[in-house]
C-alpha cells in the first residue's frame, strides 16, 4: 500500500505558511539555541574550574611565601650565635642567674622576630629546650608535657633543620598565654644545631590560618559547603578550613593522580558522592593543599546562569512563534478576504476592494484583477453587440433573397398541388 501524498492545494495559505515558517525557521532557531546552551554549558564549566583552579593557586603561592618567610626568620634566629650560647647555658641544672639571663635574652630574641619579620605573617615561635624549659616572648616556664615520647617530637629530630609539620606541636601553644584554637594553626617544627651538629633544642613555630588562607578562602568555601585542607604526605590533616568531609579525604587519598602529584602542578577530579576536588603541592615537605566542595554547590552558580540563558532561550522561542502565527494571520488575511468576495459573487464577477491591512502584492493583484474584469465586461458587450448584428445581416439577406418570381412560382405550386389533391380525393369517392 503506497503513501499517499496529501494535495498542498487542499491546504490554507496560512497553514502552509505556517509549517515553511516553523520547519525552516523556528526548527533550526530552536536547534541553534539547543546547541549554544550545551556549548554555553561547556564553556561556563571549564572557566568555573580554570577560576577556582587560580584561586587555589594563589592560596598555595601565599602559603608557600608565608612559609619561607617563617623558614628564613626562624634560620637567622636559630644560627644566631647569641642564640646558640644561651641555649648551652640553659643545659645547666638549677636556677642561677646565667640561666634566669639566658632565658631572658632568648626570649627577648624572640619577641623581636615577631614583632619584625613575622608580624606579618602573625607568627609565634617558642624553643623547647633540652631540660625542658618552653621559651617564648611571654612564657619562661618547664613544659608539663612528656614530649619525648611524642611522635612529632621524634620526627623533628630525625628530619633535623628541615621543617616538621604535626598538630600534635600544639600542645606545647597550650601551656603557654598565646595559645586560643589549636584548629586556627598551622604548626611546624625545626631541631636546633650548633656549628658541630649537636641538640641544643626544637624550635616550635605557630602560623595564623587567616594570613595563610587570606580572603580567598572565604570566597571558595560558603556556607552551603567546600573545605581546603592542607595535608601531610600521609594525608593527615594538618590544617583545615571548614573541616567536615572526612570520608571524602580518605578517598582522596587512594587516588593515584594525588598520590603522584607532582610541584607547582594541579589537579583536578571527581570522587564518588558527587564531590569535586583541586589538589596542588606545597614547595615544604610535600604537603598539599585540596580543595573539596559538593559538585552541586561548586556548579551552582553555573547553573543558575545556564537556567537564566535556558528561559531568555523559550522565552525567544516562544515570542517567534506567536510572531509567525501573528504574521502569517496577518499576510494570509487580505487573501481570505479576497477569496470569499469572489466565492460570493453571483456571476463570479466582481469590483474587488483593497482589504485592510493588505501588502504591496495584494493591491496590485486587486488593481489588475479589476482592470481584468471591465476589459472583460467590455468585451462581453462588445460581443453581444455584434452577434445581435449580425443575427440582423442574416434576416436582411434572407429577406432580399425572397423576390416577386420566387413567390409566384411558390404560389403557383402550391395551387397545382391542392387541385391534385382535390382529384385524388375525387376519384377516391
Given at each position: ?126 624553643i623547647l629546650t633540652k631540660t625542658g624549659y618552653v621559651i617564648g616572648s611571654y612564657a619562661l616556664s618547664r613544659t608539663e608535657t612528656d614530649y619525648e615520647k611524642e611522635q612529632w ?277
Amino acid at each position: 500500500m503506497g503513501f499517499k501524498r496529501k494535495n498542498p492545494g487542499n491546504q490554507s495559505i496560512r497553514r502552509q505558511l505556517t509549517f515553511y515558517m516553523g520547519f525552516f525557521v523556528v526548527l533550526p532557531l530552536c536547534l541553534a539555541l539547543m546547541l549554544l546552551n550545551f556549548y554555553l554549558q561547556k564553556v561556563t564549566t571549564e572557566n568555573k574550574i580554570n577560576n577556582e583552579t587560580n584561586l587555589l593557586s594563589q592560596i598555595r603561592d601565599n602559603a608557600d611565601q608565608m612559609i619561607e618567610v617563617t623558614n628564613y626568620a626562624t634560620s637567622m634566629l636559630m644560627t644566631n650565635k647569641n642564640t646558640l650560647k644561651n641555649l648551652r647555658t640553659l643545659e645547666q641544672d638549677g636556677d642561677s642567674y646565667e640561666i634566669y639571663q639566658a632565658k631572658r635574652e632568648l626570649s627577648n630574641d624572640i619577641s623581636n622576630v615577631e614583632s619584625s619579620v613575622l608580624n606579618a605573617v602573625n607568627g609565634k615561635v617558642a624553643i623547647l629546650t633540652k631540660t625542658g624549659y618552653v621559651i617564648g616572648s611571654y612564657a619562661l616556664s618547664r613544659t608539663e608535657t612528656d614530649y619525648e615520647k611524642e611522635q612529632w617530637y621524634q620526627e623533628v629530630l630525625k628530619n633535623g633543620r628541615k621543617m616538621t609539620y604535626s598538630t600534635g606541636i600544639g600542645e606545647i601553644f597550650q601551656e603557654m598565654t598565646i595559645y586560643d584554637n589549636v584548629q586556627k594553626y598551622l604548626y611546624m617544627g625545626r631541631e636546633i644545631l650548633d656549628y658541630s651538629g649537636k641538640n641544643l633544642g626544637v624550635m616550635l613555630i605557630r602560623l595564623s590560618e587567616t594570613n595563610i588562607w587570606g580572603k580567598l578562602a572565604a570566597s571558595k568555601v560558603t556556607e552551603e559547603g567546600g573545605a581546603i585542607y592542607i595535608l601531610d604526605r600521609n594525608n593527615n590533616i594538618l590544617m583545615g578550613y571548614n573541616e567536615k568531609y572526612q570520608k571524602q579525604l580518605k578517598e582522596l587519598g587512594e587516588q593515584e593522580s594525588v598520590k603522584e602529584i607532582s610541584e607547582k602542578e594541579i589537579i583536578t577530579g571527581n570522587l564518588e558522592d558527587d564531590f569535586y576536588y583541586i589538589a596542588g603541592e606545597l614547595e615544604n615537605a610535600s604537603n598539599k593543599l585540596v580543595y573539596l566542595v559538593p559538585r552541586e554547590i561548586f556548579l551552582k552558580e553555573n547553573r543558575k546562569i545556564l537556567q537564566h540563558i535556558l528561559e531568555m532561550v523559550l522565552l525567544v522561542i516562544g515570542f517567534t512563534v506567536c510572531t509567525m502565527l501573528y504574521f502569517s494571520r496577518r499576510l494570509a488575511r487580505p487573501l481570505v478576504e479576497v477569496a470569499q468576495t469572489l466565492e460570493k459573487a453571483p456571476n463570479g464577477m466582481a469590483v474587488l476592494e483593497e482589504p485592510r491591512g493588505s501588502f504591496k502584492e495584494m493591491s496590485k493583484f486587486v488593481s489588475c484583477y479589476n482592470q481584468a474584469g471591465k476589459k472583460i465586461e467590455e468585451l462581453l458587450e462588445k460581443v453581444e453587440r455584434e452577434s445581435r448584428l449580425k443575427e440582423k445581416a442574416h434576416y436582411e439577406m434572407l429577406m432580399s433573397q425572397i423576390s416577386p418570381h420566387f413567390i409566384f412560382n411558390t404560389v403557383n405550386s402550391i395551387r397545382i398541388m391542392a387541385i391534385k389533391e382535390g382529384q385524388d380525393r375525387a376519384g377516391g369517392e
